[in-house]
T-cell receptor, first 114, second 113 residues
Framework: DAGVTQSPTHLIKTRGQHVTLRCSPI?????VSWYQQVLGQGPQFIFQ???????GRGNFPDRFSARQFPNYSSELNVNALLLGDSALYLC?????????????FGPGTRLLVL | GENVEQHPSTLSVQEGDSAVIKCTYS??????FPWYKQELGKGPQLIID?????GEKKDQRIAVTLNKTAKHFSLHITETQPEDSAVYFC????????????FGGGTRVLVKP
């Protein structure tokens, strides 16, 4: 079975631009969460989506938004990019309702803002 | 909110020796504690997890212990091998309260052959 997939793998943008990152969860998983990992730090929670609805939001500005599609894939959008948005963006999928809500991470999208 | 502290930030061990990483958490309602291993250029991979109704869990060379009273949990790797070299992250969350994992700052483990 394929794991969590993310695209693109790498991205370079300039300040003020916007970016869209994509994630496909493990087949059968209905929940997707997004994390930001700045170099040298642990991942920080941005959003959780389940059944196309936002179920949790971390401490990130409104420039960050996301959505989930009927096939459970998800997009993370970031507007008005800042240098500090440079990071590895991780997507994790899980299957809420099972005994173990283990989150499985994708390889991430590395975003560099110049 | 939850805060997770992880120590040490770097750990160098000789192949075959044991490695121990310690984490403390602040939210007494947290009840799920996973450990992830992250290799260069990859996403975090779950290696073991523990729930608050269990004090210890083992999986081959890896074990995790949890002290709810002191609010700390530890990862133990025995008989370390070069392929254990990676960054390890502990995390905590309240189960059935969404997917928000709060991660520690990570421990870079280097196993010297």
């Amino acid at each position: 079975d394929a794991g969590v997939t993310q695209s693109p793998t790498h991205l370079i943008k300039t300040r003020g631009q916007h970016v869209t990152l994509r994630c496909s969860p493990i087949s059968g998983h209905k929940s997707v969460s997004w994390y930001q990992q700045v170099l040298g730090q642990g991942p920080q929670f941005i959003f959780q989506y389940y059944e196309k609805e936002e179920r949790g939001r971390g401490n990130f500005p409104d420039r960050f938004s996301a959505r989930q599609f009927p096939n459970y894939s998800s997009e993370l959008n970031v507007n008005a990019l800042l240098l500090g948005d440079s990071a590895l963006y991780l997507c994790a999928s899980s299957h809420p309702g099972t005994m173990r809500e283990t989150q499985y991470f994708g390889p991430g999208t590395r975003l560099l803002v110049l | 909110g939850e805060n997770v502290e992880q120590h040490p930030s770097t750990l160098s061990v000789q192949e075959g020796d044991s490695a121990v990483i310690k984490c403390t958490y602040s939210d007494s309602a947290s009840n799920y504690f996973p450990w992830y291993k992250q290799e260069l250029g990859k996403g975090p991979q779950l290696i073991i997890d523990i729930r608050s109704n269990v004090g210890e869990k083992k999986d081959q060379r890896i074990a995790v212990t949890l002290n709810k009273t002191a609010k700390h949990f530890s990862l133990h790797i025995t008989e370390t091998q070069p392929e254990d070299s990676a960054v390890y992250f502990c995390a905590a969350k309240r189960e059935a309260a969404g997917n928000k994992l709060t991660f520690g700052g990570g421990t870079r483990v280097l196993v010297k052959p």
